[in-house]
């Protein structure tokens, strides 16, 4: 076997890194291949600005590890944060450092363009990540932000009304740019609701009689530049599979995807209200659901933090859950001098991955 060398990533590692995505699902509960045809950089130009490294072993790509730069607000205020991801590595390598060797050169990257603020997610019982959160073999240490609930929500036939509310399409729009904002940054590494960010996504607002925007939700398609095939369900979600499937002969429910197939998804990038206005994320609810249904996809799916209250919306909505953790490295800043979750709920955009 030749020596492993570690490398930038070019486009013309295209085929390499598409096959490398797919030989390493992402392993959990829950187990899912995150295949990025046609094109593995489609998503990264999604994020942002991006490094990307790769280990290479005879010509043969077996590792790799990307961050990209993004706006978002951090204790309140906007500033520039990079989102770790495609972490992989071949299974024959595990426990041979490379993994370690991958996380130094990156660390050494950004500390050379002088990142700071670096957040990462990895599914709840990932065995590859687990290891290094601790501060193992030198490299920095993470802080935990908690764990998210990635809900899969089953799509739904709705005319996304609730009560006197109803939710309706709309173009985007300054004013609706601007709610989007305000609630993102409350958050902690909320992202910054720019026309950029948001390019592509179709919105559905909530408005009071008197014209005034009470709510708004905004909703993305990534079906281009990432695909999820489900590989393994735990044996009481086979069970619920199963029944649903069975059930969607008589009921409104569009099929639940097999092991094996590609699943359409469509996510939820951004929702927000109006102060006061909180009532009126139920309509928007019912419109995603009826969008989805509509659109034939699988599921609605939002990823939220445990101790987000949006998720009391979602408490009586059939669903799947996939649960990632959170965590954040301060390259510059030490972690820990950050407001926690318990004073900052943290948010992600898990349509970027």
């Known amino acids: 076997m030749g020596r492993i060398i570690l490398r930038a990533g070019t486009r013309s590692d295209n085929d390499g890194l598409l096959a490398l995505t797919s030989a390493t699902p992402l392993e959990g509960a829950m187990s899912v291949r995150l295949d990025r045809n046609p094109d593995f950089f489609r998503m990264l130009d999604r994020r942002g600005p991006s490094v990307l490294i790769v280990a290479e072993r005879d010509g043969v790509l077996v590792g790799s590890l990307s961050a990209s730069r ?30 370690v060797r991958l996380l130094r050169a990156m660390h050494e990257r950004l500390a050379m363009e002088n990142a700071d603020i670096v957040v990462g997610h990895t599914a709840v019982g990932n065995r590859l990540v687990e290891p290094f959160h601790g501060g193992r073999a030198g490299l920095l240490t993470s802080r935990s932000i908690g764990v998210f609930r990635i809900l899969q929500a089953l799509p739904r036939r709705s005319s996304g009304t609730s009560g006197e509310r109803r939710a309706a399409e709309e173009g985007e729009s300054a004013e609706l740019l601007s709610l989007l904002d305000a609630r993102s940054r409350r958050h902690q590494f909320g992202p910054v609701m720019s026309p950029a960010f948001l390019r592509g996504c179709r919105y559905w607002t909530v408005r009071g009689v008197d014209g005034r925007l009470h709510a708004a939700v905004a909703l993305a398609d990534v079906g281009d530049s990432r695909q999820n095939v489900l590989l393994r369900l735990p044996l009481a979600l086979r069970v619920v599979s199963a029944a649903l499937r069975g059930s969607g002969r008589f009921l409104p ?101």
């Open 70 to 99: 993004m706006r978002a607000y951090v204790d309140g205020r906007e500033r520039e944060i990079h989102l770790l991801a495609d972490f992989k590595l071949a299974a024959a390598l595990r426990g041979s450092g490379v993994a």
């Open 253 to 353: 429910f569009p099929e639940v995807p097999r092991i094996g197939q590609p699943i359409r998804t469509l996510y939820i990038k951004a929702i927000a209200w109006a102060d006061g206005c909180e009532a009126a994320i139920a309509p928007l609810v019912r419109a995603a659901r009826g969008l989805a249904f509509e659109g034939g996809y699988h599921f609605l799916s939002i990823g939220l933090h445990e101790r987000d209250p949006l998720l009391r919306h979602f408490a009586r909505t059939a669903r799947f859950t996939f649960r990632a953790e959170g965590f954040v490295v301060g390259v510059r800043t030490a972690a820990d001098t950050l407001e926690p979750p318990a004073v900052r709920v943290p948010a992600h955009d898990f349509s970027l991955g």
